[in-house]
């Protein structure tokens, strides 16, 4: 959880990556269908000729009520093998070093979050991206092998 992290201001509150994970911030109009997406998997593009499977982030954090954006800015998250893109819409982005965090940062855990960073600005929640992968692959898994068993497609 050391490190520079970029800050990302939705509504329902300021989250945080760390900036090792970042390979890169698209920004996109619409985004290509992803078929059989369901729940916070909104989306796929193509990252330096490779496939991103796009989340909804405020959704994934349980903000549904948001709506569509009319605009995308996907940050590319990319380690170990893993890679996702992740979807704030129109929200502003920041940056904060790792001097200005130093001994401000606590391990407290939510759903798909790893830690929290208590700024003078109030407290920012550290994204635990790989959680979120595995619960998008989760997904996209159970939704292929459902589509597998139907009835329909035989």
Do not use: C, Q
């Not at 349980?62 to 569509?68: K, L, V, Y």
Request: aromatic share 6%.
């Amino acid at each position: 959880m050391s490190g520079d992290k970029l800050v990302i201001d939705l509504d329902l509150g300021r989250y945080a990556v760390d900036t090792s994970a970042v390979a890169g911030v698209v920004e996109k109009e619409r985004l290509p269908f992803l078929p059989g997406g369901r729940g916070f998997a909104s989306g796929i593009i193509s990252f330096r000729n490779e496939p991103v499977t796009v989340i909804d982030l405020p959704a994934a954090l349980g903000d549904f009520g948001s709506g569509r954006p009319s605009s995308h800015k996907v940050i590319v998250l990319k380690d170990k093998g893993r890679i996702l893109g992740v979807d704030v819409g129109s929200s502003g982005v920041s940056f904060l070093w790792k001097e200005d965090i130093e001994g401000k940062v606590t391990t407290e855990k939510g759903l798909y979050t790893s830690g929290r960073i208590h700024a003078g600005t109030g407290p920012i929640d550290i994204i635990d991206w790989p959680a979120l992968y595995d619960e998008t692959l989760r997904m996209l898994s159970a939704e292929d092998h459902a589509a597998k068993e139907s009835p329909h497609s035989r």
